[in-house]
């Protein structure tokens, strides 16, 4: 089975730092797509990074040079570094994983899911 936990949210100011954390908890299974997703009251849900099977990594727009996604693979652990930090920013962030037999990483291919963790920008 996945498990998969984030941390690190919090509320700062606009123009700051965090950095989430998402543990995993993997048996049996090992997914080659690994992504950070954004919540929003009444907004969709959007994707903000991710790494496919290539090690490929693609940001949303609206986060280039601000956001930084790696991994650690010995540690089970995906990581989100966001820095200048913006109101719009602001949202519950929730990791994911699965498997895609593709160049990319398409929103199906996302089937394991944590449960988020707040981040809010003022």
């Known amino acids: 089975h996945v498990q998969l936990v984030e941390s690190g949210g919090g509320s700062v100011q606009a123009g700051g730092s965090l950095r989430l954390f998402c543990a995993a908890s993997?048996?049996?299974?090992?997914?080659?797509?690994l992504g950070w997703f954004r919540q929003a009251p009444g907004k969709e849900r959007v994707v903000v990074a991710f790494?496919?099977?290539?090690?490929?990594?693609s940001y949303v727009d609206s986060v280039k040079g601000r956001f930084t996604i790696s991994k650690d693979n010995a540690k089970n652990t995906l990581y989100l570094q966001m820095n200048s930090l913006k109101p719009e920013d602001t949202g519950m962030y929730v990791c994911?994983?699965?498997?895609?037999?593709?160049?990319?990483?398409?929103?199906?291919?996302?089937?394991?899911w944590g449960q988020g963790t707040q981040v809010t920008v003022s």
């Open positions: 790494i496919d099977s290539s090690g490929r990594i």
């Open positions: 994911a994983t699965g498997r895609f037999n593709g160049r990319t990483c398409p929103a199906r291919a996302f089937v394991y």
């Open positions: 993997v048996y049996t299974y090992s997914g080659n797509c």
